[in-house]
């Protein structure tokens, strides 16, 4: 019905920056809220950022000042730019949107399957 494909993981230095991107496609009549997850082995998944339809942000305290949260809505679209990266950012990123389908109209939440972002030292 509605798929999330990410798209931008890959390895980088300390210090470096990446840029996710997450694209929404299929039965969508809307989009609600949008955020990044990520999430190390062993660990809880942890919220990195989110996004609601008017644009209001909230972050992570570990990513606050480095991280930027965006959206497009016309493309159904959220990235996520990283800066100064840190070996502790190293997680599996996920892509998460609260969805209204054509059919039915009702709210579901749909989660991409991942990105792998690893930050060496």
């Known amino acids: 019905q509605v798929q999330l494909v990410e798209s931008g993981g890959g390895l980088v230095q300390a210090g470096g920056s990446l840029g996710l991107s997450c694209a929404a496609s299929?039965?969508?009549?809307?989009?609600?809220?949008m955020a990044w997850y990520r999430q190390a082995p062993g660990k809880q998944r942890e919220l990195v950022a989110t996004i609601t339809s008017g644009g209001s942000t909230n972050y992570a305290v570990s990513v606050k000042g480095r991280f930027t949260i965006s959206r497009d809505n016309a493309k159904n679209t959220v990235s996520l730019q990283m800066n100064s990266l840190k070996p502790e950012d190293t997680a599996v990123y996920h892509c998460y949107a609260k969805v209204m389908p054509l059919v039915p109209r009702v709210d579901y939440v749909y989660w991409g399957q991942g990105t792998q972002v690893t930050v060496s030292s």
């Open positions: 299929g039965n969508i009549f809307s989009i609600k809220d």
